[in-house]
T-cell receptor, first 117, second 117 residues
Framework: AQSVTQLGSHVSVSEGALVLLRCNYS??????LFWYVQYPNQGLQLLLK??????LVKGINGFEAEFKKSETSFHLTKPSAHMSDAAEYFC???????????????FGQGTILTVHP | GAVVSQHPSWVICKSGTSVKIECRSL??????MFWYRQFPKQSLMLMAT?????????EQGVEKDKFLINHASLTLSTLTVTSAHPEDSSFYIC?????????????FGEGSRLTVL
């Protein structure tokens, strides 16, 4: 079984400041890890994913995340926050590729990012 | 990119009635779709895995007789909330992946907000 813990349900930053959203995972097998963004009353949009290739993953909108096996972490960062980044962010884990298991995601609790002008 | 569409986006119904939510993959064939439920200010919880041409697989604690899932074609899965009650009010989100690309991205619908009066 796998699980995800997002540290901090709310993160507030100033426009232009560094964004750091924390995610730790637990998995008995090598995980696949994802970050999604959700705007109010909308579905989820994939920001980036780790699938056992490069440990530093670059995503859309300037976000990136680094897989650290020793720390069981997959923190999301962005060097300079923009007002449009304000949303809720979910970290998710799944196991394996192929078959139905790939799509069976376990989500973290979510982190609401607020960006102040 | 691939698109998953849900309908309706919003639905309000009276207690005791049934509501059907559709999830369509618009430009790919989805052999597997997933239904999630999201309560206010909470994360997404997987309800069931919908398999084209076969019975859905429900997660522990999800009543299969209350949440009927039908995946009759490669582009359509439906979730019917039967005899809805106020506690069923939630945001329901489906996701799907291209059946010809099992390691590909999981696409999410826009979500359907159900309010049961």
């Amino acid at each position: 079984a796998q699980s995800v813990t997002q540290l901090g349900s709310h993160v507030s930053v100033s426009e232009g400041a560094l964004v750091l959203l924390r995610c730790n995972y637990s998995s008995s097998v090598p995980p696949y890890l994802f970050w999604y963004v959700q705007y109010p009353n909308q579905g989820l949009q994939l920001l980036l994913k780790y699938t056992s290739a490069a440990t530093l993953v670059k995503g859309i909108n300037g976000f990136e995340a680094e897989f650290k096996k020793s720390e069981t972490s997959f923190h999301l960062t962005k060097p300079s926050a923009h007002m449009s980044d304000a949303a809720e962010y979910f970290c998710a884990v799944s196991v394996g590729a192929g078959g139905t298991s790939y799509g069976k995601l376990t989500f973290g609790q979510g982190t609401i990012l607020t960006v102040h002008p | 990119g691939a698109v998953v569409s849900q309908h309706p986006s919003w639905v309000i119904c009276k207690s005791g009635t049934s509501v059907k939510i559709e999830c369509r993959s618009l430009d790919f064939q989805a052999t597997t779709m997933f239904w999630y439920r999201q309560f206010p200010k909470q994360s997404l919880m997987l309800m069931a895995t919908s398999n084209e041409g076969s019975k859905a697989t429900y997660e522990q604690g999800v009543e299969k007789d209350k949440f009927l899932i039908n995946h009759a074609s490669l582009t359509l899965s439906t979730l019917t909330v039967t005899s809805a009650h106020p506690e069923d009010s939630s945001f329901y989100i489906c996701s799907a992946r291209d059946g010809y690309n099992p390691a590909g991205e999981l696409f999410f619908g826009e979500g359907s907000r159900l309010t049961v009066l």
